[in-house]
């Protein structure tokens, strides 16, 4: 494989246990977060996905679907065959639902999926929880909800470079799609919703992994989870977000480190490693996007989406 264009030899692809005869399942899912020019980047989404033949899963607070604009911009995304899923109901510090109650869990995941609904006009059954937080109770929530997906664990991941780093969950949660315990979500059990796992060997698979460490480790990345899929049947799934798609000219000051920084908070773990990320929106556009088109061109991947791919695992 050449690792800066993405392309590969014919000889490369194979049948994967996953089923799919043209490679490994893989998705690109983008999480929504408030931004000064969000709706522009919604818009510009849509065009620069089209360019590239793909179809993604976004991920939205449903807090945003008040902001003016927003609304008629995911209503034009899933008039593109792009699916909406839901991302928590506000996406702060109050919004963790590794923490909270069931009973309020039920509330915001109620009222979140009906701002939504109502909103797009269309049935919302795919999440993702804020920061990847989630519990068994959010799991037995969506599911009385009738969701039918959650792609929130990162399976092995080092809870301690992450804002839950207290969470030991993430090292014992299995590697492949699986239906969660009712009193546990990183252990498998007999809950109806599928638990899509995030792609992660120790540090995720997402956009923030290709702007510290590059396209070509990103690449080697790839390659060890293609690997996996084809010996395992297990999925890719790439997390990004709407504005790594858009070709923006912020570049934001570095980060000047305080001593509290290199402390444990609970909210964001050691803020330290905020550090290390690219400060030039431009330049994460540049790699996100090369590394997106390289998927939708690599032999070995099947691209899809999380609401298809589930589909799949129900037939």
């Not at 030899?9 to 977060?33: A, I, K, N, Q, R």
Request: contains cysteine; aromatic residues 8%; hydrophobic residues 40%.
């Amino acid at each position: 494989m050449d690792e800066c264009s993405g392309s590969v030899d014919d000889s490369e692809t194979t049948v994967g246990e996953s089923g799919s005869g043209s490679g490994v399942p893989t998705m690109v899912t983008l999480d929504v977060h408030p931004r000064d020019n969000l709706v522009g980047e919604l818009e510009n989404l849509g065009s620069a996905l089209e360019d590239m033949g793909l179809s993604i899963t976004l991920f939205v607070p449903a807090v945003l679907l008040a902001v003016p604009g927003v609304t008629r911009a995911l209503t034009d995304l899933r008039a593109a065959n792009h699916e909406i899923g839901c991302h928590g109901l506000t996406h702060d510090a109050e919004d963790s639902y590794a923490h909270l109650p069931e009973n309020e869990q039920r509330q915001r995941l109620t009222e979140a999926t009906r701002i939504i609904e109502d909103g797009i006009n269309a049935k919302v059954d795919l999440f993702r929880a804020p920061v990847f937080r989630l519990s068994a109770a959010t799991l037995r929530v969506l599911d009385e909800l009738g969701y039918r997906a959650d792609t929130s664990v990162p399976s092995t991941r080092l809870s301690i470079l992450s804002s839950d780093m207290w969470n030991l969950g993430y090292l014992r949660a299995p590697r492949r799609p699986y239906h969660p315990a009712a009193d546990n979500a990183f252990r498998t059990g007999t809950l109806p919703i599928w638990e899509v796992p995030v792609s992660c060997y120790a540090i995720p698979f997402t956009v923030s992994f290709l702007q510290v460490f590059g396209a070509r480790a990103m690449q080697r990345y790839l390659s060890a989870l293609v690997a996996e899929g084809r010996r395992t049947g297990k999925p890719v799934v790439y997390m990004a977000h709407p504005e790594d798609f858009f070709p923006s000219d912020v570049v934001h000051p570095r980060m000047k480190l305080r001593p509290r920084h290199f402390l444990p908070s609970k909210t964001h773990g050691f803020a330290v490693r905020y550090a290390f990320g690219e400060r030039d929106e431009r330049k994460i556009y540049d790699l996100n996007t090369g590394f997106v088109a390289g998927l939708t061109a690599d032999l070995r991947l099947a691209p899809t989406t999380l609401g298809d791919y589930v589909d799949s695992l129900n037939v």
